[in-house]
């Protein structure tokens, strides 16, 4: 059975820092390809980072304020976000994926609001 479980979610002032993590279970972690997503509320789920093989890609409203990384010994992907605006406000999703394979974990509410 797999399983991704976010955590590290919460209510942050403008210009603080949340760090998400995505503990995983079930799959072969080191060979999945693994991202953040997010929505707010009213709009379509969107992109915000993704790594997969040594590679890093961002949605350009967060490039250069997040940072997406994994461990593969600890079967953990994480999402640095810093310099947190109000339009960061959205719930986190975790995914993973390999070929047709893809799972999505139950999301972390972020709130940035002062």
């Known amino acids: 059975q797999v399983q991704l479980v976010e955590s590290g979610g919460g209510l942050v002032q403008p210009g603080g820092s949340l760090r998400l993590s995505c503990a995983a279970s079930?799959?072969?972690?080191?060979?999945?390809?693994m991202a953040w997503y997010r929505q707010a509320p009213g709009k379509q789920r969107e992109l915000v980072a993704i790594?997969?093989?040594?590679?890093?890609n961002y949605a350009d409203s967060v490039k250069g304020r997040f940072t997406i990384s994994r461990d593969n010994a600890k079967n953990t992907v994480y999402l640095q976000m810093n310099s947190l605006k109000p339009e960061d406000t959205a719930v986190y999703y975790c995914?993973?994926?390999?070929?047709?394979?893809?799972?999505w974990g139950q999301g972390t509410q972020v709130t940035v609001s002062s």
């Open positions: 079930g799959i072969i972690f080191s060979i999945y390809t």
């Open positions: 790594t997969s093989g040594g590679s890093t």
């Open positions: 995914y993973a994926r390999l070929v047709s394979n893809n799972y």
